[in-house]
């Protein structure tokens, strides 16, 4: 499989996918042996089964600590507060190293956490969910919420490397696995309508999580996020693009208080909205061909509910608003655009369509 490298300003890294990587970290973070002490931020979901990492990342004679966290409530600062803190009990500095194991929580805790203690200190990650292989854990994003919104204090700071193991993806709930797929789907939209195929020819391996299947899907779709963020670290130009779908997807999270629908679900419904908007501004109506592929994955195309006003009124407090209202449209499959000042009756319009 192609070799997939990060290559910015801020860090160069390769991402490494496929099955039975844990037990070989050792080797794939080729920084590891002038290191003392690594911290090992888990997800709670593998309490107890970390073991394989741990020893891997401990051959090299390093001193190594684990400590875990669960859910999105632990991006928080008190728990950030709590892994400075345990950081600089256990004696870390700035050489160390820290390594996330898990989802995008203990991935933007830990990157977090990286970023800042003694003003920056290296991290790895290693992704254990859909979303996180193929999304958050490349790009260096790091970040944690406030009790006003999500992601509103954090840093750019690049791993040393990703290390995707498939094989963990074996236990990931099937909520979970949707929303990654959802990211899939969107990638493939965006960028890469070779991945939509391979979705469909190889629905049944994937869908069975054949180890085979799910590095060669992970190993395309990350390598669409690897594509943009080399060309954009910073989201200034393209990185803007992996928004697709999301600008009306966050905006249901919130009004449903973050348990009405998960993220995979908010924002397949939010490209359907971005899919019926695209032909009323001009541009290809590709609405059958984003219904077929996120069906195919139990994923929602309607059921927005809430009412035109209650969401405009999310668009405009939206993290990503510079000076208007951006959305991102394809003008055909593959081709995604920024578009500013879409007129409101269109908004209104296709919001209905998935209402
Ligand atoms: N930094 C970025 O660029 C970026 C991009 C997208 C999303 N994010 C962030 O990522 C987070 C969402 O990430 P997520 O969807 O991975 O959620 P998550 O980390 O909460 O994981 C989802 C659930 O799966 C469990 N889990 C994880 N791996 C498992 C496994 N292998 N087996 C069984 N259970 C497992 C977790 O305990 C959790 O309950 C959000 O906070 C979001 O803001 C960040
Ligand atoms: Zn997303």
């Known amino acids: 499989m192609p070799e997939l490298r990060v290559s910015t300003p801020g860090g160069a890294y390769p991402v490494h996918v496929g099955a039975g990587l844990l037990e070989r970290a050792d ?70 190293l ?62 040393v490397a990703v290390i995707a193991d498939v094989a963990t993806l074996g236990t990931l709930p099937d909520d979970a696995f949707a929303t990654g797929m959802a990211e899939v789907v969107k990638h493939g939209l965006i960028d890469d309508l070779s991945l939509l195929e391979r979705l469909d020819a190889d629905a049944v391996r994937i869908g069975a999580r054949d180890h085979a299947a799910l590095a060669e899907l992970v190993t395309q779709a990350a390598a669409v996020k690897v594509r943009i963020v080399n060309e954009d670290e910073t989201e200034r130009g393209a990185r803007a693009y992996l928004n697709y779908g999301h600008t009306l997807g966050h905006a249901l999270e919130a009004l449903g208080g973050y348990t009405r629908w998960t993220h995979g679900q908010a924002i397949a419904i939010g490209m359907m909205f971005v899919a019926h908007l695209a032909p009323l501004l001009g541009y290809a109506d590709r609405v059958a061909e984003h219904a077929d592929a996120l069906r195919a994955h139990g994923l929602p195309l309607t059921g927005a509910q809430f009412s035109f006003e209650d969401v405009a009124a999310m668009f405009a407090r939206d993290k990503k ?22 007129p409101e009756d269109a908004l209104r319009a296709a919001y209905e369509k998935v209402r």
Not at 322 to 340: I, S, Y
């Open 27 to 96: 080797e794939l973070i080729e920084a590891l042996p002038g290191i003392e002490n690594v911290f090992v931020l888990a997800d709670g979901a593998h309490e107890g089964k970390e073991g394989p990492l741990l020893g891997a990342l401990a051959r090299g004679g390093a001193r190594v600590v684990c400590a875990h966290v669960q859910g999105e409530r632990s991006k928080s600062v008190a728990s950030a507060e709590a892994l400075w803190a345990r950081l600089a009990e256990s004696g870390f500095h700035r050489n160390d």
């Open 98 to 159: 820290l390594v996330a194991f898990g989802g995008g929580v203990a991935g933007d805790l830990a990157g977090f956490v990286a970023a800042t203690y003694h003003r920056g200190m290296p991290w790895a990650i290693v992704p254990t969910t859909l979303l996180a292989m193929v999304d958050s854990s490349i790009g260096g994003k790091t970040a944690i919420d406030l009790p006003l919104g999500k992601n509103l204090v954090g840093a750019f700071h690049q791993p």
């Open 321 to 342: 608003y510079e000076a208007g209202m951006r959305f991102v449209v394809l003008e055909d499959l593959g081709k995604p655009a920024v578009v500013r000042d879409v």
